[in-house]
């Protein structure tokens, strides 16, 4: 049998929360594809539900009922330890705040996850050096966050979540704490690496111009995920 194209797929996942008495159904069914090599922007509503997709696809979060599939692997019956080995070695995390570890440099923060891996410290800073250099930072490598600008510190943010080549790249709201010309400047730089390495990213944003540009656009409306 041959292997499906799609990198990440969810199949009629549902999720309920519960807040004092009342249920608050935010994925009733959503069914959504990501292929490798292309960004596609989720844009919706606060509260409509973009995190708990992303939480979803990221494994972070158990559906109540439904499927996600990652890599042609169905993820619903696995144990947790082989949901976090997927994680770690298929999906890479990014958030609105870059959560960088204060007292290491930029490539140290780059590093750390390829050490933590199991990768020698010649072979994880070197890739760090690769990354930066895709980003754009070639030159900001010994900086700790405190001395890199916003953009920098999510450029950085992004090396880190991608430095152990995972296929997907799921974000909220990555720039969503820039301004508008530096959010493009960052968004860009993860575009190219998108292309040149074939990542695939599902990436959350209230930008309406970030998102036209993307090669999809998703919307949740009534807990199902719709392209727009
Ligand atoms: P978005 O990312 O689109 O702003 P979220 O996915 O964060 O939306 O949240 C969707 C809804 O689910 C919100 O009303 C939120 O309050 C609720 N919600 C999210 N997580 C939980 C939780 N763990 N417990 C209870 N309610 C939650």
Redesign the pocket.
Known sequence: MSEPMEILRLESVYRT?T?GNAK?D?LRGAEFSLYPGEAVALV?P???????LLHMAGLLERPDAGEVIIGGRATSGLSDAERTRIRRNEIGFVYQFHHLMPEFSATENIMLPQLIAGLDKSEAKSRADQLLSWLGLPERGTHRPTELSGGEQQRVAIARAVANAPRVLLADEPTGNLDIVTAEAVFDSLFKLIKATGLAALV?THNLELAARMDRRITLRDGLAVEV
């Open positions: 929360y807040q608050l935010i919706a606060s509260g409509a539900g973009k995190s708990t959350a």
